[in-house]
Antibody
């Protein structure tokens, strides 16, 4: 059974940093790209960024709203994906979900087939 | 702002058919995927690609696409289908990913 468990959320002051972890089990972690998706209270889903598998270079892409402040990394030996969040703003307050990503062979479809339960990050003074 | 546009709310009578739409320029090049989210829960993938259902998703859920619009159709809506529905696809550049703003489905 595929499981994704996020941890590391909490209350943090604006301008500070926080690192989230996503511990995966039930599949070969290194074979998959992983994303972080967030949801502000009462709002919709927002893709934050993804990290490709090592087979595809292990490179990352980010939404414009977090680029330069957030960094995604992975440790395939531990089956963990990380989201390092720096220079946090009040508008970063959200539930952060870790997802396992899927993509069609020709890249015409990009989807998130498994989701964790999320971890709440509150940015407030 | 999202590059994918969804109607904020849609309603359907129990047992009837409802279509939820998602519009955006990127949908001319890429397929949408669809997620169901119930209050206090993580989203669940219901349709991906041209019209693929993950294991465990009822066959009353189906997807289609035409031009810049993708649609999620629920044929014979059930009370348990009441939820928020989100679409996603690659963005117009093909490098990033975007979500629609979500549609709240009410089953009457």
């Amino acid at each position: 059974e595929v499981q994704l468990v996020e941890s590391g959320g909490g209350l943090v002051q604006p301008g500070r940093s926080l690192r989230l972890s996503c511990t995966a089990s039930g599949f070969t972690f290194g074979d998959y790209a992983m994303s972080w998706v967030r949801q502000a209270p009462g709002k919709g889903l927002e893709w934050v960024g993804f990290i490709r598998s090592k087979a595809y270079g292990g490179t990352t892409e980010y939404a414009a709203s977090v680029k330069g402040r957030f960094t995604i990394s992975r440790d395939d030996s531990k089956s963990i994906a990380y989201l390092q969040m720096n220079s946090l703003k009040t508008e970063d307050t959200a539930v952060y979900y870790c997802t396992r990503d899927g993509e069609s062979i020709q890249g015409l479809t990009y989807y998130f087939d498994y989701w964790g339960q999320g971890t709440l990050v509150t940015v407030s003074s | 702002s999202s590059e994918l546009t969804q109607d904020p709310a849609v309603s359907v009578a129990l047992g009837q058919t409802v279509r939820i739409t998602c519009q955006g320029d990127s949908l001319r090049s890429y397929y949408a995927s669809w997620y169901q989210q119930k209050p206090g829960q993580a989203p669940v993938l219901v349709i991906y690609g041209k019209n693929n259902r993950p294991s465990g998703i009822p066959d009353r859920f189906s997807g289609s696409s035409s031009g810049n619009t993708a649609s999620l159709t629920i044929t014979g809506a059930q009370a348990e289908d009441e939820a928020d529905y989100y679409c996603n696809s690659r963005d117009s550049s093909g490098n990033l990913v975007v979500f629609g703003g979500g549609t709240k489905l009410t089953v009457l």
